[in-house]
């Protein structure tokens, strides 16, 4: 367990208070990990303003399956997982695909895998571009995401905040084996990028950074590192869930909606006197307006609640990375991280968690460390027509007239937007059972799917309790499936060239020796297909007639003092994990909000 005096019960000092005297001024709802980067600011911004967060989850200060970096994933499908899931694909032989998302202060960053890493200039320019703002350009974005970070290792010519809240570093553990990466990678022709990855220049193969607070080795996250900042403005209420925004009644039938506090799962009334935020994520933020009356008419007719905004846009938009894995057996005495996941009560776990208790080097300090973001001509080694004829398709799959569509055709011919992700992992991540042993995995990941689906709530039974209907159309389009194809034929090609090659014996596990015609590529893409659980895009920060839901000061169109600051307001899916994103639109929205309120307070 980690020491209770310099964490657990400094936290559970702030998040203890449940009560305030007055009604808050800021009403969050969600302490995720943009809900309390954003409510931490706000308290040291607007120190006269009282902020109050209300997050469905508990504190979970002491929770080792959260704080160990080695023992990431080990809370998916816990009682800290909303655990979701998608309806049937009808792609991917109808099987539904988990979405896990955090129930938890600290939300879905206090569940994921610790990786730290930053898309292309290219792509968080088109933010701007696409909204028509200056305050969402790369400078800006990169600045807010600095900002956020507090980075603790030696120089490595990457820009770097260095005193933010959220802590980066290094692994101090890196299985020798991943030594192969790099010049395997290189010799295949992707540069390697150790000064730039992180500084809006991601192509090329890399080491790179993981959110892990090296005081402890514990991972670093809004609810340990932004949290204790904050000042006694701020009240945190856990295990507490809101039903719907509350708004005034309009003066007027055209006027805007203010919203004027919220309504709890029991019926209790919190009221506002400045703002609601919705910082509840990808899959709750559309569902919560939905709820309180704004978002698709028809939908929302259906489900018997009053329309108080006809938004069509609500909800839909939703876009994620997908991925295949392509595994392999290591040579005999080759040490991974298997027996940490798949033996983790026998006795070599055992040794390596008491060194982590210790705070020694220790494989439970391990957390993916080897990347490589790759562009089509990188992926197909300069053949032309490959890449043509894959940009082909991409073309057919897209909507006429649709700016996401459009954003992501432009990104095909930039070579400085990867399109293709590959991690060399050090234990088996496979589609199938782990069937004994010490493996490696190369996991491709479509960086820009062409596929967009929706998440909405269920209108015949429109409540908080009941699962949200998702449907992110996974593989709806032949580019994506196509791409997905590619990706894993190039972790093949890794395989098979040195040094790689050297590591691993025998016959590949997956896809397997079987898998090399057409068809059969296809359906293992199909059957295996899995996602990276990075939701993004459903309250879309566009114009309305572009499929917009928030404006470039995050507010809902139609209201006066209702926003949303999470990563459902990213218009397009950026080439990286999105952690990162959803600090710096905190610190930018905690910049709009504190500049709004300074003319109050």
């Not at 929770?63 to 160990?68: A, P, T």
């Not at 500084?199 to 514990?218: A, E, K, L």
């Not at 203010?258 to 799962?265: C, S, T, W």
Request: glycine share 8%; charged share 20%; hydrophobic share 40%.
């Amino acid at each position: 367990m980690l020491n209770p005096s310099s964490l657990g019960l400094v936290l559970l000092a702030i998040v203890g208070i449940a009560d305030a005297a007055k009604d808050p001024d800021y009403i969050i709802v969600g302490g995720g990990t943009a809900g309390l980067a954003l409510a931490t600011r706000l308290s040291l911004g607007l120190p006269k303003a009282n902020i109050l967060v209300i997050e469905a989850g508990p504190a979970a200060p002491d929770e080792v399956r959260i704080n160990v970096p080695g023992l990431r994933g080990s809370t998916l499908g816990s009682e800290y997982d909303w655990g979701f899931a998608t309806v049937p694909q009808p792609p991917l032989n109808n099987r539904t695909v988990d979405v896990n998302r955090g129930k938890v202060l600290g939300g879905s960053a206090a569940l994921n895998y610790l990786c730290y890493d930053r898309a292309s200039e290219a792509e968080y320019d088109s933010w701007g571009d696409l909204i028509a703002s200056s305050q969402w350009s790369f400078n800006k974005i990169f600045k807010a995401m600095l900002k956020s970070e507090n980075y603790t290792s030696p120089d490595d010519g990457n820009k770097h905040g260095k005193s933010g809240p959220i802590r980066s570093t290094y692994n101090r553990l890196v299985p020798s084996f991943l030594s192969t990466w790099k010049p395997t990678l290189k010799k295949l022709g992707v540069p390697i990028n150790d000064a730039g990855s992180l500084s809006g220049d991601p192509i090329g193969v890399s080491f790179q950074t993981t959110n892990i607070d090296p005081t402890r080795y514990t991972r670093s996250n809004s609810f340990n590192s932004y949290l204790p900042l904050a000042g006694p403005n701020l009240v945190v209420r856990p295990n507490t869930r809101v039903a719907k925004v509350e708004f005034a009644k309009r003066p007027k039938p055209n006027a805007p909606l203010r919203a004027i506090g919220v309504i709890l799962e029991d019926g209790t009334k919190i009221s506002a006197t400045t703002e609601v935020i919705l910082s509840a994520g990808s899959i709750q933020s559309p569902g919560l307006l939905e709820l309180s009356g704004i978002g698709q008419s028809s939908l929302l007719k259906k489900a018997g609640i009053p329309v108080l905004q006809d938004l069509p846009s609500v909800g839909e938009n939703y876009q994620d990375h997908i991925r295949l894995s392509n595994v392999y057996k290591l040579k005999p005495n080759t040490p991974s991280f298997d027996p940490m996941i798949f033996e983790n009560s026998g006795p070599f776990a055992t040794q390596q968690f008491q060194l982590w208790l210790d705070n020694k080097i220790s494989w439970y300090d391990y957390t993916s460390t080897a990347y490589s973001f790759m562009n089509w001509q990188q992926i197909f080694g300069g053949n032309k027509t490959a890449v043509s004829a894959l940009t082909k398709l991409a073309q057919s799959a897209a909507q006429k007239k649709n700016v996401v569509d459009s954003t992501k055709l432009a990104y095909l011919s930039d070579s400085s937007v990867p399109q293709m992700e590959i991690i060399m992992e050090a234990n088996f991540v496979g589609a199938f059972a782990y069937p004994g042993g010490n493996y490696t995995t190369l996991l491709s990941s479509l960086m820009h799917p062409m596929s967009r689906g929706s998440v909405h709530i269920n209108p015949s039974s429109p409540t908080i309790n009941t699962k949200p209907v998702i449907n992110p159309n996974y593989l709806s389009n032949e580019y994506d499936l196509q791409a997905l194809i590619a990706g894993s034929k190039f972790a093949r090609k890794i395989a098979t060239t040195e040094p790689f090659k050297s590591i691993w014996e025998g016959v590949e596990v997956e896809p397997g020796p079987n898998v090399n015609t057409e068809e059969e590529w296809r359906a293992f893409a199909k059957s295996t297909m899995g996602s990276f659980y990075h939701p993004v895009g459903t309250c879309a920060m566009l114009p309305a007639k572009d499929g917009g839901v928030v404006d470039a000061n995050l507010k809902v169109y139609g209201t006066d003092n209702l926003r949303v600051v999470d990563c459902s307001v990213i218009p397009v899916l950026p080439s990286a994990h999105i952690q990162t994103a959803a600090y710096g639109i905190a610190e930018i929205a905690a910049e709009l909000v504190v500049k709004d309120g300074k003319k109050k307070f």
